[in-house]
């Protein structure tokens, strides 16, 4: 049975970081994504990693968010520096991704953790 399981949300000021980790069991992935989703609005795609450890980024994160993937650990991480209020949400790690589909679309994976919620303070 795969379980996906983050850690490592928590508040912060503006200007702050978090490192956001999933801990995955039951199969390995060389694709996976990070997720987040705010109250009221659609979860959006953050960041993904492909084989080879291509990455991929939305524009409002590029720069400032980095995907990495440790695979003796079977753990994706999500460094997130200069934080911002806009950050604030629960992310999520998916995995399974659906070979074609767009990366940072929730419907490309199959597998999902529960959250880790992050809250950035102006």
């Known amino acids: 049975q795969v379980q996906l399981v983050e850690s490592g949300g928590g508040s912060v000021e503006t200007g702050g970081s978090l490192r956001l980790s999933c801990a995955v069991s039951?199969?390995?992935?060389?694709?996976m994504g990070w997720f987040r989703q705010a109250p009221g609005k659609e979860r959006e795609g953050v960041a993904a990693i492909g084989a080879g450890g291509i990455t991929y980024y939305a524009g409002s994160v590029k720069g400032r968010f980095t995907i990495s993937q440790d695979k003796a650990k079977n753990t994706l991480y999500l460094q997130m520096n200069s934080l911002r209020p806009e950050d604030t949400g629960t992310y999520s790690c998916?995995?399974?991704?659906?070979?074609?589909?767009?990366?940072?679309?929730?419907?490309?994976?199959?597998?999902w953790g529960q959250g880790t919620q992050v809250t950035v303070s102006s």
């Open positions: 998916a995995a399974g991704w659906r070979l074609e589909y767009d990366r940072l679309r929730a419907d490309s994976y199959k597998y």
């Open positions: 039951g199969n390995t992935y060389n694709n």
